[in-house]
Each structure stands twice: as structure tokens, then as C-alpha cells.
């Protein structure tokens, strides 16, 4: 580093100028700002066309005080990045006028040699990322933010400023200190309290399943527990002491999928058969199978539309069976063949279109009437991840590690948003918000409408002085949300219980070391799972 500032830089707020193209670079530096608990502002998002910087861009370089460029050569072609410096440096030549020449600091971090320096580069600190060992430079950044505010734990940081050296801060959990907060306003109704203590095993279900490393699986409806295990479908009563209140015997051989009760009806697949059942008795309706000349099996729980129940078979075909018959109306190839080792997408229905992702990087969209095709979306990786559909837009995520959000019309990009890995878990959307997980190891949350993050947490223990997450794993299943908590399984085994404002971490429990595949289930207070060890589990949560 060139040189350091030795007094307090305004307000410690950091705006981190960059080119879009560079945004995967730049991750190991925004996990170090965030386990420093740095307040920084990074746009994930494209600028429209124009000649000016918009409103939300103005306003936060007026209000934050430290300007943090990542020089690449990608950022010298950037219009929007030279605007947004012109825009500072205007910014600190104010300062200079009103006798405030110390106000503002700009520090360039050069990320690659194709970057030139230019004329006013001689007044900032640089900061070498391409010859120094990360360790290295990350330490060199951290001298320049030593008097930049951190905060303690609890304190979200837009509200601290310009706190001196002796104000930073060990903070004592790294999971606040990993969520970075841009403009989340919690639009949620006001939470109710919990009936039991969060993070408390609150009962268990001992032995349900016949083989060891493969759980039961459960869903809940209303006060009705159905359980799913390799030899049997029990439905118990959780207001009566988890009664039993019927049972059928089935011996699935390949796999069998969790139950889904819809309209007094319960939807049951194993193996190469679907059952509807009454919800109530566990009678049959109907049963239907994958046709004989496919030869395969059902790969996922099945999807209930108005008139039809949708399923995926293992070999890459979409079926839709008549909802009152069992009938089959028709089927759809998809392309590649589902992998039996790997995770694939359920199918998700939204009026009169079927939406689901395949193994060969398309996200279709099927007419729900004949199964004649929409549109199908291609992105750079497996879409194994079951779309959500609220309000006009699908969401789902692609191995391409990116987070998409699609017109449900015609399969447009809404927007599109860049995680660190490759994005295998199923969203969930609940008032306005994405909650997504993926394979770098934390848990996202974002604006529907904007794609911009609220926030993003570690399923882990963040270091904070390397940004390696310890003690965790990646985010490959479906989370669970409620009006409180994001809950979610991790491949280190773990459950884990986040703040759904903020993104703090509110309890992590490992009672067994064999449900990573397993999706949580948020029911009465409670987060539910089954394990591999032959239990069901309850926790407060």
C-alpha cells in the first residue's frame, strides 16, 4: 500500500465503485468487509441507459465517505464507473472549499494489470491485489478502514457512525457479522410470539423409518402430521398428542417422495406410483403410474394445479394426470435425463402454465391444457432448483450460480443476481422477499422486485480476518419461512435458525450427522425434519 490516512475519514461509509463484469472477482473482498462489519454499498445490478448516475446511486455517494474502487481494465471502459468517480472527486473538491479537505477518502484496489493509472490516482491509497498474497492486501485494506465504524453486536450499521479506532469491535457472532444490510424494511406483519422455546427439542419420533441414512419425511396439514418412511404413510394428530390416525403399508424399492395434502386430498409418489388418498382416512382415490414404455420412476413430489397433478419422471419426462382420475392427459421430454445422484426440479404450476428447470440448463414453460411448450429460458448451468411463481414471475436458481428471476409471460429476465456458488436450493418468497440458498455457503435475501440483496448470512462461522467460512456447508435444499425465521438444512448437517429481517442467526442445532438432503418443514411453532438416524425431530423455533 502506497499510503494510509491517519485520522478519521468522515463517516466510515463505504461506496464500492466496480464494473458488473468484475462482480465475481470481488467477492473474497466483500466477505472480508463483511466480517469486519464494514458498512459498504455494492450494486449488483446494471444501470439503465442514460447520461446521468441515477437517484439511488447519487444518494449513496453523498452520504458515504470512503469511495473504494475496484481497478480493473473492465472498469476504465466503464461510462458509469468514471461517471460515479467524477461524481466523488466533485464531491471532495466541495470539501476542500469548506475547509474540509480530510472528509472523504478514496482508496483504489488494483485487481488485475490491465488497469492504467490515471492523473488524479496520485491523491488516492493503493492497495496491490494482483503481486500480494490476499492475506497480504486484505490486511493493507483493513489498515486503510482501521478508523472506519464497526458495530456491536445487534447494532445494525447504517445507524453507527463515525465511531474512532478504539470503538472497533470483536463482534460475538459471526453470523451478524456476516449480513450486510442495503435498504430491508421488514414488510411482514408484527411477528407472533413463539409457543415454544426457539432452538428446543421440543419432542421426537423415535425408530418411524425401517432403514438406517434414509429419514422419514413429513408435511403438515393444519393439525395433521403425515409421515412418509420406506415402509409405510401414517397420518397422526399433533393436537392429540401426535395420535395415529391411519396407516398404509407401501414398500417403495427405488425412493418415494415427500406426501402433499391439498383440498382434503393426499398426493403420495414412490417408485414408478401415484396415489391420491383421502386426506382424512388414507382411503384410495386413485392410483396412476409412469407410463410402461418410459421405464422409469417418479423423481419428485407432485405439484397440484386446478385440474391436474403435475410430476417429473427420472428420466426426464413432465406428466400430468387428470386431478379427479388419475388419467393421464399427457407428458413432455424435457432434455437431458434426471441423474438418479443428482438433486432435480420439481415441477411448479401458475394458472395456465406448468414451470420447471432441467438438466440441460433450460427453464420450460409448458401450457398446463396439452403440455405444448411456452417458452424455455437458457442459463449456463443444471437448473435443479424448483421454481416459486408469485405475481407474474418465476424464480429459481441455476448451477450457473446465478439466481434468476423470469416474466412468467414469456420468460424474460426480470433480473438476474450473482451468488459465489452454484445455486441448487429451491426459493421461497414471502412478502416481497427471495429466500434462497446456495453452494457458497450462506443464505441470501432478496428484494423481488429489484433483485438487490437485504441481506446474506453464512451457514457457518465466518473468520473474520480471511472470510473463510469454518464449520458449515453448502445450502442445497428448500428453505423454511415463517413471519419470524428463515430456517434451512446445510450440507454440514446442521439446522439452522435465522432473523427473517436481518439475517441473524438465531440457533443452529446438529442432532444427528445423516439429514443434509432433508427439507425443513415450519408447522405451529415448530421446525420439523426427518434424519437418517430413523427419527423425526421437532424444534422451537
Given at each position: 500500500m502506497e499510503a494510509c490516512g491517519g485520522t478519521t475519514v468522515g463517516n466510515g461509509r463505504v461506496f464500492i465503485s466496480h464494473s458488473h463484469d468484475d462482480n465475481a472477482r470481488v467477492i473474497p473482498l466483500l466477505a472480508a468487509l463483511d466480517a469486519w462489519g464494514v458498512d459498504y454499498w455494492f450494486d449488483m445490478q446494471g444501470l439503465s441507459a442514460g447520461q446521468r448516475l441515477d437517484e439511488r446511486v447519487q444518494r449513496e455517494l453523498t452520504t458515504r465517505d470512503v469511495f473504494l474502487r475496484i481497478c480493473t481494465g473492465a472498469l476504465q471502459r466503464s461510462f458509469w464507473s468514471n461517471l460515479e468517480a467524477t461524481a466523488f472527486r466533485g464531491l471532495q473538491?466541495?470539501?476542500?472549499?469548506?475547509?474540509?479537505?480530510?472528509?472523504?477518502?478514496?482508496?483504489?484496489?488494483?485487481?488485475?494489470?490491465?488497469?492504467?493509472?490515471?492523473?488524479?490516482?496520485?491523491?488516492?491509497?493503493?492497495?496491490?491485489?494482483?503481486?500480494?498474497?490476499?492475506?497480504?492486501?486484505?490486511?493493507?485494506?483493513?489498515?486503510?478502514?482501521?478508523?472506519?465504524?464497526?458495530?456491536?453486536?445487534?447494532?445494525?450499521?447504517?445507524?453507527?457512525?463515525?465511531?474512532?479506532?478504539?470503538?472497533?469491535?470483536?463482534?460475538?457472532?459471526?453470523?451478524?457479522?456476516?449480513a450486510f444490510f442495503l435498504d430491508y424494511r421488514s414488510r411482514s406483519s408484527t411477528p407472533a410470539v413463539p409457543a415454544y422455546t426457539p432452538g428446543k427439542l421440543i419432542w421426537r419420533m423415535d425408530q418411524l423409518s425401517s432403514k438406517k441414512l434414509i429419514p422419514p419425511l413429513p408435511a403438515v396439514d393444519g393439525t395433521t402430521l403425515y409421515v412418509a418412511t420406506v415402509s409405510d404413510l401414517t397420518a397422526y394428530d399433533l393436537a392429540n398428542g401426535r395420535k395415529q390416525l391411519w396407516r398404509n403399508h407401501y414398500t417403495p424399492i427405488i425412493g418415494f417422495a415427500p406426501p402433499v395434502p391439498q383440498g382434503g386430498v393426499l398426493y403420495y409418489s414412490f417408485d414408478n406410483t401415484l396415489y391420491a388418498l383421502a386426506a382424512q382416512t388414507g382411503k384410495q382415490k386413485w392410483m396412476a403410474q409412469v407410463p410402461s414404455g418410459d421405464r422409469g420412476d417418479f423423481a419428485t413430489s407432485p405439484v397440484i394445479g386446478s385440474a391436474a397433478v403435475y410430476a417429473l419422471g427420472s428420466k426426464g419426462a413432465l406428466y400430468a394426470f387428470d386431478a379427479g382420475s388419475g388419467n393421464l392427459k399427457w407428458r413432455n421430454a424435457i432434455g437431458a435425463p434426471a441423474s438418479s445422484s443428482d438433486n432435480v426440479s420439481g415441477p411448479a404450476v401458475d394458472g395456465s402454465s406448468v414451470f420447471i428447470g432441467s438438466a440441460d440448463h433450460q427453464v420450460y414453460a409448458f401450457n398446463t391444457s396439452d403440455g405444448s411448450e411456452r417458452w424455455k429460458f437458457l442459463t449456463r448451468g443444471k437448473v435443479v432448483s424448483t421454481p416459486a411463481v408469485v405475481g407474474g414471475v418465476v424464480y429459481v436458481g441455476s448451477t450457473d450460480n446465478y439466481v434468476y428471476a423470469l416474466h412468467a409471460a414469456d420468460g424474460s429476465v426480470k433480473w438476474k443476481y450473482l451468488t459465489q456458488g452454484a445455486v441448487q436450493s429451491s426459493p421461497a418468497v414471502a412478502d416481497g422477499v427471495v429466500f434462497i440458498g446456495s453452494d457458497d455457503e450462506y443464505l441470501y435475501a432478496l428484494d423481488a422486485e429489484t433483485g438487490e440483496a437485504y441481506w446474506r448470512t453464512p451457514a457457518g462461522d465466518l473468520d473474520q480476518s480471511t472470510g473463510i467460512i469454518t464449520n458449515g456447508g453448502a445450502?442445497?435444499?428448500?428453505?423454511?419461512?415463517?413471519?419470524?425465521?428463515?430456517?434451512?438444512?446445510?450440507?454440514?448437517?446442521?439446522?439452522?435458525c435465522y432473523d427473517r429481517s436481518d439475517g441473524t442467526q438465531r440457533w443452529t442445532q446438529r442432532p444427528s450427522d445423516s439429514f443434509s438432503n432433508a427439507d425443513p418443514i415450519a408447522a405451529a411453532g415448530l421446525i420439523l425434519f426427518g434424519s437418517g438416524d430413523q427419527n423425526l425431530y421437532a424444534y422451537g423455533l
Open positions: 473538491a466541495d470539501d476542500r472549499q469548506k475547509g474540509r479537505p480530510d472528509k472523504r477518502l478514496l482508496i483504489s484496489v488494483i485487481f488485475d494489470h490491465e488497469y492504467q493509472r490515471e492523473p488524479f490516482d496520485g491523491a488516492t491509497i493503493f492497495i496491490d491485489a494482483v503481486n500480494a498474497p490476499r492475506q497480504a492486501w486484505l490486511s493493507d485494506l483493513r489498515r486503510a478502514l482501521s478508523l472506519v465504524a464497526l458495530t456491536s453486536p445487534g447494532v445494525s450499521r447504517r445507524a453507527v457512525l463515525g465511531y474512532g479506532a478504539a470503538a472497533v469491535v470483536t463482534l460475538s457472532s459471526t453470523a451478524a457479522a456476516a445450502i442445497a435444499r428448500y428453505p423454511a419461512v415463517t413471519p419470524e425465521a428463515v430456517c434451512i438444512i446445510d450440507k454440514d448437517h446442521a439446522v439452522r
